[in-house]
């Protein structure tokens, strides 16, 4: 049996991918402290808060590769933040480390739904999250979250979000227009608008910013492609073979405007009885991640029709259900970090180069 030193231990650590950029540990200096007491190996290492909901899988990881280098001996981890904030990216200004679409092939699946838990989620988990309603003619985030009222525009002519519990950014066309109004508009001012929003929206430094996307393969896809990088699309379907149909559409509209595919998730998945606690496949079962396998993309997970979540929605409360609820909230929290693990997944993949900020 190997005895382990701080050396080659701090090797083992430092020579682990990074997950949010999939470089190394030991140059990104996130390796902090090693200790080694008789059978115990203790260490310490920096998590970047884009990396906060899988912070467990990490940890697992590196005892793994510890445990098997010294057979024997225990493994204690302790994980610190690590502070690295988001370089601008695209030509708009904003500062956001992943940009997500969430959307789908038509509408009537939950879509804006998902959008917001995801949003919610990934905050609760830890990280600095935006939420941006793009579905200018149907926008539900605002009701969905229980927010209202008229964002302000400061001295430097940026729009101040309104702020889900003090927290987490959101800006919606719902919050410009009156409930009873339709917004009809022409594509150029859909362009404007979704411009708009990502260049004056005084969003901060982010993690992720979740956009929630019209229903439909219509034009505002292409102004997202066009103004800022995209990290990967999510679309949302539900087992029937119709919304099925619909969303290998929204795929193909993604490939086409060359945006990464995240991952499907398959909403309504089955309807869990409050009474009985069973499961009853209304709609069908599966047939997301069979066409996910299909067509090569990464199947994210099933959500599954909770009347908690829909009082929720309907009450504006959504977002306390999923923080306070842990069991309606845990359907979510497996798509969300499915999410970000698709993300460490591709990054370690490409080794990407870690990146700096634009002063």
Known sequence: MSEPTVSAVREILESHPDPETGRKMGPMGQVIDVAIEDSLIRYTVGVTTYALPIVDEVTDALDAKLTAAF????????VVTHHRPPARIGQLGLRAKSVILVGSGK?????????????????????RVGLMDADVYGPS??????????????????????LLDGEMPVMSMGFLVEPDQAVIWRGPMLHGSVQQFLRDTRWGELDYLIIDMPPGTGDIALTLSQSVPIAGAVVVCTPQEVALLDAVKAISMFRKVNIPI?????????????????TYDIFGRGGAREKAETLGVSFLGGLPIDIRLRVAGD????????????????????VAKALVRHLAARAASQGTAPTLPTL
């Open 107 to 127: 509408g009537g699946v939950g879509k804006s739904t998902v959008a917001a838990s995801i949003a919610v989620m990934l905050g609760k988990l830890g990280s």
């Open 141 to 162: 985030v605002p009701h969905l979250l229980g927010l209202q009222g008229r964002p302000s525009v400061d001295a430097d002519k940026k729009i101040e979000p309104i």
């Open 315 to 334: 009450e504006g409360r959504l977002h306390t259900v999923i923080r306070d609820d842990a069991q309606a909230a845990a359907p979510v929290e497996k």
């Open 262 to 278: 995240a991952g499907m998730v398959e909403n309504m998945s089955g309807f869990l009885c409050p009474d009985n606690g069973k």
């Open 71 to 78: 057979p024997g001996h225990r493994v204690e981890a302790n």
